[in-house]
C-alpha cells in the first residue's frame, strides 16, 4: 500500500505557485533530471550483465579514472539537458570545460552536474548517486556564463542529488523546504515519501575516510578524538558509517543526524570534493533542512572560487556535530 502517492511533478508544481519568485520553467527542468536520472538508475540495475562495469581507461579533468558508468551517466544528462531547450551552459565533473549548450533568451539556466558520484562503488553493487546544482543565468544575460557562475551571479536556485541504493531516491530542495521522492518502478514515477525533511540537531553518526587520519591537520585530528572520547557518565554515542559515496552518507545524515566530513590531507591539500558540482548543491540541501555546511571556517554557500572544478574542504550535517567541528579547528 502505497501511503504518498503524490508524484515529484504534481508536488514541484504546487512548491512552485508557493514562492512565486521560482520561474515555472524549472519544471521543465527537474522533468529532465528526473528522465536522466530514471535512465541511469535502469542502467545501474543490469549493467554487470550488459558489460558496462569496469574502467574505460582515462582520466577525468580533476584526476580521477573515469568508469564506464561515469561516460555514461554524462551522456545521459547531456542529452536530458539539452533536450530541454532550457539551459544556457553545462559543467560536468566529467568534462574539464563548460558545455555551451543554447544562447536563446528561454536558456535561464546554468547547471552543474556529477552524473555519477561514488563511482568506486558501482563495481561492487554499493549505493551511488548524481549531484545537480541550477544556477540562473544573470537577467540580460552574459556571453561568460563562466564568469557568471564563479563571480556568484548566477545565484543557484535548486539542487538535486539522486541516490541510485536499494532503491533510488530523488531529494530536491527549491529554496522552500527539502523533500525526497522515491522511484515506483512500476509506475516509473517518483513518489513523495520524505516530506519536509529536517536533520535532527544531533546524531550518532560520523562519516569520514578514516584511513587519512594520519595524514589531516591535529587539529581535524582533535576533533575525532573530542567527538569520540567516552565521558564519566556515557560511553561514545558515535558510530562510523562510510560508504565511499557522498551522496549516501549525505543521505543518511540528512535523515538520522551527525557529520559528513572530508577535510584536506596531504594527498588533497585543498579537499578533495568539487565545490560547484558536488559541496555547494549537497550544502544547499542539508542547509535547507536545518543543517550547517563550512570548510572548516566559512559557510560553504560563502565561498567564492576562481575555476568550474575548484575543490573544497567540506563538513555538513547536524548543527551540534558541525559546531563542535568549527570550534576545534578554531582552538
Ligand atoms: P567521485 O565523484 O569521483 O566518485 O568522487 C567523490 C567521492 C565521494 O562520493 C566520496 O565521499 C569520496 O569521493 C570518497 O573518496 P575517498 O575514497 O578518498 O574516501
Ligand atoms: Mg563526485
Redesign the pocket.
Known amino acids: 500500500m502505497i501511503q504518498h502517492s503524490k508524484t515529484l511533478n504534481r508536488h514541484l508544481l504546487d512548491q512552485l505557485r508557493l514562492t512565486p519568485h521560482m520561474p515555472g520553467s524549472l519544471a521543465t527542468v527537474f522533468a529532465q533530471m528526473t528522465f536522466a536520472a530514471k535512465i541511469v538508475a535502469r542502467e545501474m540495475r543490469r549493467a554487470a550483465l550488459v558489460g558496462e562495469l569496469g574502467l574505460v581507461g582515462q582520466q577525468?579533468s580533476?584526476g580521477?579514472d573515469q568508469k564506464k558508468l561515469?561516460i555514461f551517466a554524462n551522456e545521459v544528462f547531456i542529452d536530458a539537458i539539452t533536450d530541454s531547450g532550457l539551459i544556457a551552459g553545462l559543467v560536468s565533473?566529467e568534462m574539464a570545460e563548460m558545455q555551451i549548450i543554447s544562447d536563446t533568451p528561454e536558456a535561464r539556466y546554468i547547471v552543474a552536474v556529477?552524473p555519477?558520484?561514488?563511482?568506486?562503488?558501482a563495481d561492487v553493487n554499493g549505493a551511488?548517486?548524481s549531484?545537480i546544482g541550477i544556477y540562473h543565468k544573470p537577467d540580460g544575460g552574459s556571453a561568460h556564463l563562466e564568469s557568471d557562475l564563479t563571480s556568484g551571479a548566477a545565484p543557484m536556485v535548486a539542487a538535486i542529488y539522486v541516490m541510485y541504493g536499494p532503491s533510488t531516491v530523488f531529494v530536491y530542495t527549491c529554496g522552500a523546504g527539502v523533500y525526497g521522492f522515491t522511484l515506483d518502478h512500476d509506475l516509473g514515477e517518483f513518489l513523495l515519501s520524505h516530506n519536509n525533511i529536517r536533520i535532527p540537531p544531533h546524531g550518532h553518526y560520523y562519516?569520514?575516510?578514516m584511513?587519512?587520519l594520519q595524514d589531516w591537520n591535529p587539529k581535524v585530528q582533535y576533533f575525532f578524538q573530542k567527538l569520540t572520547e567516552p565521558t564519566e557518565q556515557r560511553e561514545s554515542r558515535y558510530s562510523l558509517r562510510?560508504?565511499?559515496?557522498?551522496?549516501?552518507?549525505v543521505h543518511r545524515t540528512l535523515l538520522e543526524g551527525g557529520i559528513?566530513i572530508?577535510p584536506p590531507d596531504k594527498k588533497?591539500p585543498k579537499g578533495?570534493?568539487?565545490l560547484l558540482y558536488?559541496c555547494a548543491p549537497l550544502s544547499f540541501i542539508v542547509e535547507q533542512a536545518g543543517g550547517l555546511a563550512t570548510n572548516g571556517t566559512t559557510r560553504i554557500s560563502h565561498l567564492t572560487y576562481n575555476s568550474i572544478h575548484e575543490l573544497t574542504a567540506i563538513a555538513l550535517g547536524s548543527p551540534a556535530e558541525v559546531k563542535l567541528y568549527e570550534k576545534c579547528l578554531a582552538e
Open positions: 577525468n580533476t580521477d561515469d565533473e556529477d555519477f558520484d561514488g563511482s568506486s562503488n551511488v548517486g549531484i562519516s569520514a575516510n584511513g587519512y562510510y560508504s565511499g559515496a557522498m551522496v549516501a552518507d559528513y572530508y588533497h578533495k570534493l568539487r558536488e
